[in-house]
C-alpha cells in the first residue's frame, strides 16, 4: 500500500481490495501481519482468534495470508435519514438501508453505530404515527424454484470473481452476462447472477467498490443500453 494512498493498510477497503486482488492477479501472496496487536486476543478478538486457530494459523505469532471477500452488503433500501422508503409502510435501518450515511464505500464498525442512530430516528418517527390497517391490492407469488448443483454453484462464483470482483471491465462483464443469460433455466443463483452482471453492465462509472478499469467505456449501444433498463 506504499505509495498507493495516504492512509497505507488504513486505506478505504475498496481500495486495500483492489491492491490486494492485483497482487494476486501476479502471482503474489498477500500476508496481514497483527503480530504487533497487543492485548488478550482471547478477550480483544476472540472470535477472529478462534476461527485462525481452527485453521492451524495463529495470528500472535505468525502473518495472516488474506484475499479480498464480499464483507458487508453494500445498497439496500432507498430511504431517508429518518428510514423511511419511496414505498409507504416500508422502512428500513442499518445495513438493509441505502441512506448516503456510508457514501459509496461502508466505513468498518460503522453499521452497528448506524443501525443503533437511525433506529433511534425511525422509532421516534413511528412513535408518532398512527398505526393505519394494510392496504389491500393486487399481488402474485413469484416461487424461487430450484437451486443449481454444487458443482454448478461453485463454477459460477469463480465466473463471477473473475468478471465482477474487485475490477470489473465491459468485455468481461458482457460475457458473463451471456454465460449466465444461456444457463438462466438452470437454478435461481443463475438468474441472480444474470441481474447483478447487468447493473454491473449499465453502471459504467467507478463508484466505490464498483470499479470500472475500462473507466466509463462499455460494449453496450445506447440502443442496447436503453432496450436493457426497460428489462
Not at 15 to 33: H, S
Not at 126 to 141: F, I, K, M, Y
Not at 154 to 163: I, N, S, T
Not at 199 to 204: D, G, S, T, V
Amino acid at each position: 500500500m506504499r505509495g498507493l494512498h495516504p492512509l497505507g493498510d488504513l486505506a478505504p477497503r475498496d481500495v486495500v481490495a483492489r491492491r490486494v486482488w492485483q497482487a494476486q492477479r501476479t502471482g503474489e501472496r498477500v500476508w496481514l501481519d497483527a503480530t504487533a496487536v497487543e492485548g488478550d486476543w482471547r478477550v480483544r478478538f476472540p472470535t477472529v482468534l478462534a476461527a485462525c486457530l481452527a485453521h492451524g494459523l495463529d495470528p500472535r505469532r505468525v502473518p495472516l495470508p488474506i484475499t479480498p471477500v464480499a464483507h458487508f452488503h453494500m445498497g439496500g433500501v432507498a430511504t431517508d435519514l429518518d428510514g423511511r422508503s419511496t414505498l409507504p409502510g416500508l422502512y428500513a435501518v442499518g445495513e438493509a438501508a441505502c441512506n448516503g450515511v456510508h457514501g459509496a464505500n461502508r466505513l468498518a464498525s460503522n453499521s452497528l453505530l448506524e443501525a443503533v442512530a437511525c433506529g433511534r430516528r425511525l422509532g421516534a418517527v413511528l412513535a408518532q404515527v398512527a398505526p393505519s390497517p394494510g392496504a389491500g391490492g393486487e399481488h402474485r407469488w413469484v416461487e424461487r424454484g430450484d437451486a443449481l448443483a454444487a458443482d454448478a454453484q461453485a463454477a459460477l462464483g469463480e465466473l463471477l470473481w473473475q468478471a465482477a470482483g474487485p475490477v470489473r471491465e465491459g468485455a468481461a462483464l458482457r460475457d458473463a452476462w451471456r454465460t449466465c443469460a444461456a444457463a438462466a433455466g438452470a437454478g435461481w443463483q443463475m438468474r441472480l447472477a444474470k441481474a447483478l452482471l447487468r447493473a454491473a453492465r449499465l453502471r459504467r462509472r467507478s463508484l466505490g467498490a464498483h470499479d470500472r478499469s475500462d473507466r466509463g467505456c462499455d460494449d453496450m449501444s445506447h440502443e442496447e443500453t436503453a432496450r436493457r433498463r426497460r428489462g
